[in-house]
């Protein structure tokens, strides 16, 4: 599985046989000016809650992709009434996909649209994939509830964590979520996008650190291989 950081919680991943965008937000994003959305055709576009910063870009990716909209129910129910495919699921929820298994777990958070629609509940998700597991925790708090998931799932290749603090938890917080879900690879997202989220690289790396923990930083547009 490749995996491609497009800066904030949006990812790029490539399985054997699917192409999946997380929470695109690359349009409003300056950071992220060196990527252009309709460079990107995703044969399914992952949702971890209704916030601008996570589907700023839904619209145009669902249309050039003709795309398949994976999330809660009520946030595939909003893209469905404006006409675009989607598949809703809810906490604790798995489902098949030609790209593997993926499970709905729980994030603590909000979600609402911005037109104020009700976006459901926020969830995090578990992708399992051609012999690897990985982690998307979404904007979330620590919660006692990630504990759970190596219990469900077994052991993770990786956990993409939030460490911006403000809008979730910090670096610190997710050093202890990365001990819960059992895992030393972290990736970190949903950092530097907003004042309120910039982060001194250098000190949440000695961190994780640390606690013996591995914490990737990838510049936007960069890849790694699990
Ligand atoms: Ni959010
Ligand atoms: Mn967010």
């Not at 409003?28 to 949702?47: C, F, H, Q, R």
């Not at 809650?49 to 946030?75: K, M, P, R």
Request: aromatic share 10%; hydrophobic share 40%; with cysteine.
């Amino acid at each position: 599985m490749k995996i491609t950081y497009l800066g904030h919680n949006t990812l790029w991943i490539e399985t054997q046989n699917s192409k999946i965008m997380v929470d695109p937000f690359i349009s409003g994003n300056e950071l992220a000016n060196n990527i252009k959305v309709t460079d990107y055709y995703p044969d399914y576009i992952l949702l971890t809650h209704a916030h601008q910063d996570h589907i700023l870009d839904v619209d145009t990716l669902a249309t050039l992709g003709n795309s398949q909209i994976i999330s809660n129910f009520e946030i595939v129910s909003y893209f469905d009434k404006k006409g675009f495919r989607g598949h809703g699921m809810n906490t604790g929820g798995s489902a098949k996909f030609p790209f593997g298994k993926l499970s709905s777990v729980v994030a603590h958070h909000s979600s609402q649209f911005p037109d104020g629609t009700y976006g459901g509940n926020p969830n995090g998700y578990v992708l399992q994939s051609n012999n690897k597991t990985i982690y998307i925790a979404g904007d979330t708090a620590l919660t006692m509830d990630m504990k759970l998931i190596p219990r469900l799932f077994g052991k993770l290749d990786l956990a993409i964590l939030p460490i911006g603090d403000n809008f979730t938890m910090d670096a610190e917080a997710a050093v202890i979520a990365a001990d819960f879900v059992e895992c030393n690879q972290i990736l970190g997202c949903h950092y530097d996008t907003f004042p309120p989220i910039k982060i001194n690289h250098d000190d949440v790396k000695k961190t994780f650190t640390q606690a013996g923990k591995q914490l990737i930083l990838l510049p936007i547009g960069d890849s790694i291989e699990i």
